[in-house]
């Protein structure tokens, strides 16, 4: 069986300063598109069954500078719609709502086409790239890679560990990071975790 790599796309702006950041398709800052070049070392090597990407520039973006091809965009790598809490700080929203976690409360709906998702929507979405990329994780032809946003590939973490999806909480993901999710006795486990080079 192949192994899962996970890969957060380089900084941005927004992601600099920690705002939330969905469909507003920043382009990775100089920094961030170091960190995707940094990257390659740790993706070469590998042949992939399967490479897919968030829809989102700053995603596809990092997958070039990484080094990687044939990368198919997905749409359901997109990052967690944060509803009306796009461009807004965690440190803004608790002025309002001192007690506010995602992980937990979800958002607000924000303008039209962007109502917000709850971490079992999210659930739901990684649930169905999981099911996606299942045959290519089990053909043994190859390691599948996705590159995609950090809310999102937290949830889908989780999801592949058997986790419900607020569990994401428990993995942080830095920008411009690889992490490996692999199998120990036929069942899924973290081999690595933002890793970095």
Do not use: C
């Not at 490479?51 to 700053?58: E, V």
């Not at 990092?62 to 990052?79: F, I, K, S, W």
């Not at 099911?131 to 590159?147: F, M, N, Q, W, Y």
Request: proline share 8%; charged share 25%.
């Amino acid at each position: 069986m192949g192994d899962l790599l996970l890969v957060r796309h380089g900084e941005t702006e927004w992601s600099l300063s920690g705002q939330h950041t969905s469909w507003t398709d920043l382009p990775l800052t100089q920094h961030g598109e170091e960190q995707a070049k940094s990257l390659a070392p740790l993706l070469t090597g590998r042949t992939y069954a399967l490479a897919l990407s968030s829809p989102l520039g700053r995603a596809i973006r990092t997958a070039e500078l990484a080094g990687l091809t044939g990368v198919v965009p997905e749409p359901d790598l997109r990052e967690w719609d944060y509803g009306g809490y796009e461009g807004v700080t965690t440190a803004e929203i608790h002025r309002s709502r001192p007690d506010w976690y995602l992980w937990t409360d979800g958002v607000p709906p924000g303008p039209e086409g962007h109502p917000g998702e709850s971490p079992e929507r999210i659930g739901e979405r990684a649930d169905r790239v999981l099911r996606k990329l299942e045959s290519a994780l089990t053909a043994g032809t190859g390691d599948v890679v996705l590159v995609a946003h950090a809310h999102f590939l937290r949830v889908l973490t989780a999801r592949r560990l058997g986790l419900p999806p607020a569990e994401g909480r428990l993995f942080q993901l830095a920008t411009g990071t690889v992490s490996r999710l692999s199998t120990e006795h036929g069942r899924p486990v973290i081999a690595e975790w933002n890793k970095q080079p």
